[in-house]
């Protein structure tokens, strides 16, 4: 059996603004019905793996749980790291987690965004790979270059494993080259773009990282020594101090260049990273005129576009190779040539401490989500949905009320010493100072409006009293 491990921390700044720093790319469905990283995983079916581990930070541990949820999968497997520290760091702790029993399982090591096309290719890929990864060997996937492409590291060959030359010895690997050096690459035939991709048994890799970087794994050891479970049994947490003193290095550094047991399979599969709006547009269907368009689009005159909307109609009349996304706080046009900008606009964002890099107007929480409708300084407007099961902390506020009114579904409130249930077109009112709870006992979503209004509205107003989540 295969246990895939799904590296899910990322930010994704290059794909703002619906990529943000707490609702990053690997959480947005960006290429399908499902989010990036639900379609990692859904792409594995036919393989004989069992449920994954999913390693991602502390901030989106409640998206990525939820997100879990949807595919029938436990959450019980998600680490969290306290900080990222790259790559090594995060498949040992992966590989400290599989081998607790004393099992030596394989490893599928995936990032959570990235797109691949031909599904069949990539299991045939995975199934060349078993066999050198059963005898001890370090397998990476090495996609092949369809030109010269200056953003990627490569992978370059040496002599072939067997008669099929499915697969190689690892030459050695390089960084991002020039476009000349790049171009030089594709001429020779011997180097793949490198993937991050990789399939080994867990001792294995362990072995590996204490020959090279033994002071990677003592400070995983410890951290992975003193882990605890969530009060709602999904998460593993490491220790923080202990994880905090590990060096921060890809596994290309702290292992792949240097191991002897390192091997390439070519992987040929429509692969692609999505590191960019331009890179969105290659891989999704376009129409007549070679736009890509989501959502409520008019288009006129206009091609090569990427359009994406949440909610308000957008139209474009005479315009040639844009990018425009839409969401409900935001508006990005750019010139599809430029999409690399987008980080600027990031940059100016956090600079002048805007919520726009970091935060959606919809955000997730472990009894559901929210979306801010209307935000001013006396008073907020959240229309929230809570899932079957799912209850807020029992709280109080020293400066606002809330309204809460039910807009479906059955809400069990509690206020003060009552208890008692709300309905469709029913409402409460919760004054400032009153100990409250809310609660969904049905079995379909609950949605309510909830109306704040007071002299001060942050979230650092809310005093959990007693709470089910483990905040």
Same mark, same amino acid.
């Given at each position: ?6 590296? *899910?921390?990322?930010?994704? !700044?290059?794909l703002w #603004?619906?990529?943000? $720093?707490?609702?990053?790319? @690997? ?8 989010s ?12 004989k ?14 998206? *990525?749980?939820?997100? +879990?949820?949807? +595919?029938?999968?436990? *959450? ?17 702790? *992966? ?9 030596? #399982? ?6 959570a ?17 078993? #066999?050198y990864?059963?005898?001890?060997k370090?397998v990476?996937?090495?996609i ?11 992978? @370059? ?23 000349e ?31 090279y970087?033994?002071?990677?794994? /003592? ?5 992975? !020594? ?16 202990a994880?905090?003193?590990? #060096? ?9 260049e ?23 547009? $290659?891989?999704?269907?376009? /129409? ?12 006129h005159s206009?091609?090569n ?15 040639d190779n ?6 409900k ?7 599809? !040539?430029?999409?690399q900008?987008?980080k ?18 919809e ?10 409708v209307?935000e001013?300084?006396?008073y ?5 949905t809570?899932?079957?099961g ?11 009320a $809330? ?18 249930? +709300?309905?469709e077109?029913?409402?409460?009112f919760?004054?400032?100072g009153?100990?409250?709870?809310l ?6 979503? +609950? ?13 650092d ?11």
């Open positions: 059996m295969i246990i895939p491990v799904v590296m *899910a921390g990322g930010t994704g !700044s290059r #603004p619906m990529s943000r $720093e707490l609702y990053p790319k @690997q959480y947005l469905r960006l290429n399908g019905d499902k990036m990283l639900q379609e990692t995983i859904s792409r594995l079916d036919g393989l793996i069992v449920p994954p581990i999913l390693i991602c930070n502390e901030q989106h541990r409640f998206l *990525a749980a939820e997100q +879990l949820r949807q +595919l029938d999968l436990a *959450a019980g497997n998600i680490i969290l790291e306290p900080v990222g520290r790259n790559t090594a760091p995060a498949i040992a702790l *992966a590989a400290l987690s599989a081998t607790t029993h004393g099992e030596n #399982p394989l490893l599928l090591v995936l990032a965004d990235h797109v691949i096309a031909d599904k069949n290719a990539f299991h045939q890929a995975i199934t060349n790979a078993i #066999p990864a059963d005898q001890g370090l990476t996937f090495g092949v270059a369809t030109g010269p492409e200056t953003g990627y590291g490569y992978i @370059q060959r040496g002599e072939p494993l067997g008669e099929n030359k499915m697969a190689f010895d690892v030459h050695r690997f390089v960084e991002k080259p020039d476009f050096t790049a171009n030089n690459y594709i001429s020779s035939g011997e180097y793949y773009w490198n993937s991050g991709m990789f399939i080994f048994r867990a001792k294995t890799y362990l072995d590996e990282l204490a020959k970087r033994p002071d990677i794994l /003592d400070a995983c050891q410890n951290a992975f !020594s003193n882990i605890e479970k969530d009060a709602c049994q999904d998460f593993i947490r490491v220790d923080k101090e994880f905090l003193a590990c #060096p921060d290095e890809s596994i290309d550094y702290a292992v792949m240097k191991t002897a047991e390192g091997v390439v399979i070519a992987l040929d599969a429509g692969w692609n990273d999505v590191g960019s709006w331009s890179s969105l547009w $290659e891989v999704n269907p376009k /129409d007549t005129e070679s736009n890509c368009i989501t959502g409520d689009v008019f288009t206009t091609n576009c990427y359009i994406n909307t949440d909610e308000k109609l957008v139209a474009a009349i005479g315009v844009l990018v425009i996304v839409n969401t706080d935001a508006v990005l046009v750019i010139d599809k !040539s430029k999409v900008d987008v600027k606009v990031v940059e100016y964002l956090k600079n002048n401490q805007r919520r726009e890099y970091k935060l959606h107007r955000s997730y929480r472990p009894w559901g989500h929210q979306d801010k209307v001013t300084p006396r907020h407007v959240n229309r929230v809570v899932k079957p799912g209850k807020f902390s029992l709280q109080k506020h020293l400066h606002r $809330e309204h809460w009114v039910v807009l479906s579904g059955t809400a069990e409130v509690t206020l003060e010493n009552n208890t008692f249930l +709300l309905t077109n029913q409402s409460t919760i004054p400032i009153a100990v409250h709870m609660a969904n006992p049905g079995k379909i979503p +609950l949605e309510l409006l909830e109306i704040g209004s007071g002299s001060y509205l942050a979230e107003d809310i005093i959990r009293l007693k709470d089910h989540y483990g905040h």
